[in-house]
């Protein structure tokens, strides 16, 4: 088993390195107990054995309320719902940086006119949006910049859309499976358990992709779920698409693990009750509670589990 998780870890570090070269950012720890109830509590039927969701919560790129210059269109209309969508036309590469204070989000874009949807992970405040091009190796020179002030409808709205590294919508197969799951359930802790045992069953790691994913990779849940493989993005990203669909706030972290300082994806959900354990440690009342379906699935030990106290978050998506 030592020697399992050993190999684990390396694959693992291989399968993020990709990550550190096109995404900077600086962002602390979640402040516990400081968000409201999420809103699938209003939807729990606590005993009755039959889960509701709320109504499916979907992001989608809108041109005829974008702004922009012809090379790009920047969509803003969707930044209560917690979310910015971009297009862009461009014989070179690009990237789209989402800046709020102290805090960058830089990620690669299409550079054919496809729209990407990003989420506002950063809060209320005044956020900058710009789209650099590349002039020449790896220097980039602005294309287009914008600012806006954003108020979301509430927290949430960021963590339960779909996005570029949560890629679904209402008619794919692992929203129908959650679906399915979460019939099973009377409450959204047991709508988290029920994927939790689904993947861990379902879904084994990858460990040829983890030795050859490129950079600017980015899952596709459904496949993840066809295939019954993945690294651990893959993980995080269709857990993250399982539950959101259900209406249960989830974060994909990105962040590293000691005691190896092990880079790695894993999620983190919101829920108001008690009682419900995974990964080692118990969910806790009012806080975001880390889900780590890649080690759970393959088998790591508490070394690498612990109380999440072994956990440092760097990036949110």
């Known amino acids: 088993m030592k020697k399992k998780i050993q190999w684990l870890l390396l694959t693992l570090t291989l399968c993020l390195l990709w990550q550190t ?19 699938a509590a209003k939807n729990a039927s606590a005993g009755k054995g039959h889960y509701k969701a709320p109504k499916f919560a979907g992001s989608s790129f809108h041109a005829e309320n974008a702004q922009g210059d ?17 297009a862009a036309w461009s014989p070179a590469r690009l990237k789209f940086q989402v800046i709020k204070e102290d805090s960058t989000y830089t990620y690669d874009i299409y550079s054919d006119g496809t729209p990407s949807v990003f989420p506002l992970q950063s809060g209320n405040g005044l956020y900058t949006f710009r789209v650099m091009e590349n002039v020449t190796g790896s220097d980039y020179a602005q294309l287009y910049i914008a600012e806006a002030e954003v108020a979301l ?18 008619d794919s197969n692992c ?20 994927v939790y045992g689904y993947i861990c069953k379902a879904i084994e790691y990858d460990y040829a992709k983890a030795a050859n994913v ?44 000691s005691p190896d300082g092990l880079y790695h994806a894993w999620n983190m959900f919101y829920t108001e009750r008690t009682g419900w354990v995974t990964v080692g440690f118990k969910a ?22 612990g109380d999440g106290g072994n956990y440092m978050d760097a990036y949110c998506y």
């Open 21 to 39: 070269s096109d995404v900077e950012a600086k962002t602390g720890q979640d402040k516990k107990g400081t968000i409201a109830a999420g809103p």
């Open 70 to 86: 012809g090379n790009v269109l920047l969509d803003l209309s969707g930044a209560a719902q917690g979310y910015v969508a971009v």
């Open 214 to 257: 490129q950079s600017g990779y980015l899952p596709d849940p459904d496949e993840t779920m066809e295939t019954g493989i993945g690294i651990c993005f893959d993980y995080a990203s269709l857990t993250a698409a399982m539950l959101r669909s259900q209406g249960i706030p989830t974060k994909v972290i990105f962040g590293y693990v």
């Open 175 to 194: 929203v129908k499976k959650a679906a399915k799951l979460a019939k099973k359930a009377s409450n959204d802790l047991e709508v988290v358990s029920q």
């Open 153 to 170: 409808a509430d927290e949430f709205q960021p963590f339960l859309r779909p996005s570029a590294y949560v890629d679904y919508d209402k």
């Open 284 to 305: 806790k009342k009012k806080e975001w509670t880390r889900l780590d379906l890649t080690f759970a699935a393959n088998g790591a030990d508490s070394s690498f589990i």
